[in-house]
């Protein structure tokens, strides 16, 4: 069967390029077109448009607007010369609403995969994925529920990261000997992941380098976002023993025993490493503003909104400094604290899955594919 992707960031490169890996095994016949990254060009041949064409942020979205539309035209123009067995959107939203609809309007089938964050604001788009979507395959447990209460037929296999986790210990040498490998085997470890993008940086790195300054006996280590120029880091980090690691963020977690880590994907990842954390959040006095108006849920960071409750401690906006001193010192210091996060993680874990999710997504796509040709 005829596969048309459309992954419009580096997490959707990774999971996509996932999904395809077992749409092969479930599929031998499998043919692929897509808009993605290097992960996916790894996999399969039919790449017509690589994921940088399209990905900019906010203000940029308005500066590139000719582009993006000339872009999503063309993608447009490939799926009807085409004629997939199925669309799969893979997260991406802006653009991929869209692109859900127009192939929807065209008679093809539509397969969403990672879910947009309907649930965090903006509800009204959930109109959108129902009457465009055939199916629709979540990744974290909570959607479930939210997408049924309006009627959406919703797939939960489990969270793709289980995967990566996986494919990460299979091939990792060990908390010990990567400390030594890296001469950071005299203190303990603390993860500090500042975000993937500038504005995060600058609003989180420096309240964690005064942290590092003020805890001699720790190895602070950033987490470099490979998106990120290297002089940046440099920049805050000028006069500090902290050190920068790039494509070694799951070492890290599983070697630290602590982590600082900005609102995002890193912190389920963290979770999954059992790392005890505390989650820091800051955006302008604008931003923070209008988002406490739309935003629709109690906490922002993944590990509590599938927990369900607060288990790590969310910082946000106000006082970083003397806030993240205070929770990061009970983490390192208080056992009972530090080992209650560990149990909820643990309860939390069992919500995401066993390894084996892209697989049984896959399957379930071709599954459906086949009972609908039939």
């Known amino acids: 069967m005829k596969y048309f992707l459309i992954a419009g960031e580096a997490s959707g490169d990774l999971h996509a390029s996932r999904l395809m890996e077992e749409l092969k ?34 203000a940029d979205v308005f500066l590139h607007l000719g582009k993006i539309l000339r872009n999503m035209r063309i993608i447009k123009e490939s799926i009807l010369r085409w004629q997939p067995d199925v669309v799969i959107p893979v997260d991406y939203p802006g653009f991929n609403l869209r692109i859900s609809k127009f192939a929807f309007k065209k008679g093809l089938r539509v397969f969403y995969y990672i879910s947009p964050k309907v649930w965090a604001w903006n509800q009204k788009r959930v109109k959108k994925l129902k009457r465009y979507t055939h ?27 289980v995967d990566q986790l996986e494919s990460f210990r299979q091939k990792f040498e060990g908390a010990e000997a990567w400390k030594k490998s890296k001469g950071w085997d005299k203190k303990p470890l603390v993860a500090l992941l500042s975000g993937s993008r500038l504005k995060e940086i600058e609003t989180t790195l420096p309240t964690m380098v005064q942290l590092a300054k003020e805890h001699g006996a720790y190895q602070f280590v950033v987490a470099g976002a490979p998106s990120i120029d290297p002089d940046t880091y440099k920049e805050y980090l000028q006069g500090t023993d902290i050190q920068v690691v790039y494509g070694e963020t799951y070492a890290l977690l599983d070697s630290a025993v602590a982590g600082v880590i900005n609102s995002g994907t890193a912190t389920l990842e963290a979770a999954l490493f059992e790392l005890p954390q505390l989650v820091i959040y800051k955006t302008s006095k604008v931003a923070y503003s209008i988002a406490k108006r739309l935003i629709k849920v109690n906490f922002i960071s993944l590990v509590n909104l599938i927990y369900g ?24 210091n208080d056992e009972s604290y530090r080992e209650g996060i560990k149990q909820g993680y643990r309860e939390l874990n069992l919500k995401l899955g066993d390894p084996g999710v892209a697989r049984r997504v896959s399957k379930k796509m071709v599954e459906l594919l086949i009972g609908y040709k039939e």
């Open 309 to 332: 409750r607060r288990l790590v401690e969310e910082i946000i906006q106000l006082n970083l400094l003397d806030q993240t001193r205070k929770v990061l010192d009970r983490i390192l």
């Open 25 to 58: 095994k479930s599929d031998p016949e499998a043919e692929f077109r897509y808009m993605g990254g290097d992960l996916m060009q790894a996999v399969s041949e039919g790449m017509l448009m690589h994921y940088r064409e399209t990905s900019y942020m906010l």
């Open 135 to 161: 199916r629709l395959f979540a990744i974290l447990p909570f959607e479930v529920e939210f997408f049924r209460k309006f009627g959406m037929e919703v797939d939960y296999f489990g969270n793709p990261l």
